[in-house]
């Protein structure tokens, strides 16, 4: 089991590291056109600013996957006002059935009309 404060800390980190490539390259305002009229020490800054953000991009998704791996998983089912009405997972799928075919409480033989 890894410990999530570490994986916190690194992500938060890196997030921040995101932050100032972004804020780099808008500092740039580079489009299409802008691009091909840098020079190219220019260029490859810009390049570089582009892996690097993508590279950053993907390291965060990994350690947001190992956290979200690692803690427990949300109840799919969980919700309060269902619950007021005793709405949940196991009287949905584990109550008895209830005969639909009941009319005041008379139990209707539908079988013939097939």
């Given amino acids: 089991m890894r410990d999530l404060a570490v994986v916190k800390e690194k992500r938060n980190e890196l997030r921040g590291e995101l ?13 299409e056109k802008a691009f091909r009229e840098l020079s190219q020490y220019d260029q490859q800054v810009y390049i570089y600013l582009d892996r690097t953000v993508q590279r950053l991009r993907t390291q965060i998704n990994a350690l947001e ?3 979200n791996e690692d803690t427990e998983i949300a109840d799919a089912y969980a919700d309060r006002a269902a619950e007021k009405h005793k709405i949940n997972k196991d009287t ?5 059935e209830k005969e639909s075919n009941d009319e005041n409480g008379y ?3 539908l079988s013939s009309l097939n």
């Fill in 19 to 31: 932050v100032n490539c972004i804020k780099k390259v808008k500092e740039m305002q580079v489009d």
């Fill in 107 to 109: 139990k209707l033989d």
């Fill in 65 to 67: 996957f190992v956290l």
């Fill in 92 to 96: 949905l799928f584990n109550a008895p």
